[in-house]
């Protein structure tokens, strides 16, 4: 079955960088888009982050655009997420989601905390 | 930017049926496909409907999906709710291809 684990997550001072990882087995890594969603505390969804099927086609949500940087490894069927000055706002929780190809339902990893401290 | 537009919270006795929308700001309703997640307490999102109206394996058929064109919304319909249900949801569609959510909506089986 689809299986996505995030590794990577903890605590950051401001300013900081951190690197996510999410690993993958069950399916075709490198057939789907991949996604970041985060969740600040008690707050809703925010989309963050998407790469095509290909590793060309990437796109980011407005409030990480020029921060954070997201690249796939097709080999290890693994997404990163690459996070640059980070601020006390992008604490949250991460989830990986597999993009679900037509006909199919997406997927949804258990999540990756990451705090940003002052 | 496409916004998507749920009501905070709606309640429900158990054994009734309950819906919860979500409004497109601008475009057409069916322009983009439509998901809608489940969110439990402490737990992580799963989706319960895709593609406006189809159930993923394991999905109770006690979910729906629904699209109205007229008002720009798209509809989650859970009938014979259960106490497990209570959750948060959330519906989710695109913006020239960039993930879209609604704010989520608490659903409380009183």
């Known amino acids: 079955q689809v299986q996505l684990v995030e590794s990577g997550g903890g605590v950051v001072q401001a300013g900081g960088s951190l690197r996510l990882s999410c690993k993958t087995s069950?399916?075709?890594?490198?057939?789907?888009?991949m996604v970041w969603v985060r969740q600040a505390p008690g707050k809703g969804l925010e989309w963050v982050a998407f790469?095509?099927?290909?590793?060309?086609?990437?796109n980011y949500g407005d409030s990480v655009k020029g921060r954070f940087s997201i690249t796939r490894d097709d080999p290890e069927n693994t997404v990163h997420l690459q996070m640059k000055s980070l601020r006390i706002e992008d604490t949250a929780i991460y989830y990986c989601?597999?993009?679900?190809?037509?006909?199919?339902?997406?997927?949804w990893g258990q999540g990756i905390l990451v705090t940003v401290s002052s | 930017n496409v916004l998507l537009t749920q009501p905070p919270s709606v309640s429900v006795s158990p054994g009734q049926t309950v819906t919860i929308s979500c409004t497109r700001s601008s475009g057409a309703i069916d322009s983009n496909y439509v998901q809608w997640y489940q969110q439990r307490p402490g737990g992580s999102p799963t989706t319960v409907i895709y593609?406006?109206?189809?159930?993923p394996s394991g999905v109770p058929d006690r979910f729906s999906g629904s699209v109205d064109t007229s008002s720009a919304s798209a509809s989650l319909t859970i009938f014979e709710v259960k106490t497990e249900d209570e959750a948060d949801y959330y519906c989710?569609?695109?913006?020239?291809?960039?993930?879209?959510f609604g704010g989520g909506t608490k659903l409380a089986v009183l």
């Open positions: 989601v597999r993009e679900g190809q037509i006909g199919e339902p997406p997927d």
């Open positions: 989710q569609s695109y913006d020239n291809g960039n993930w879209v």
């Open positions: 069950g399916f075709n890594f490198d057939s789907y888009g």
């Open positions: 790469i095509g099927s290909d590793g060309t086609d990437k």
């Open positions: 593609e406006y109206d189809r159930r």
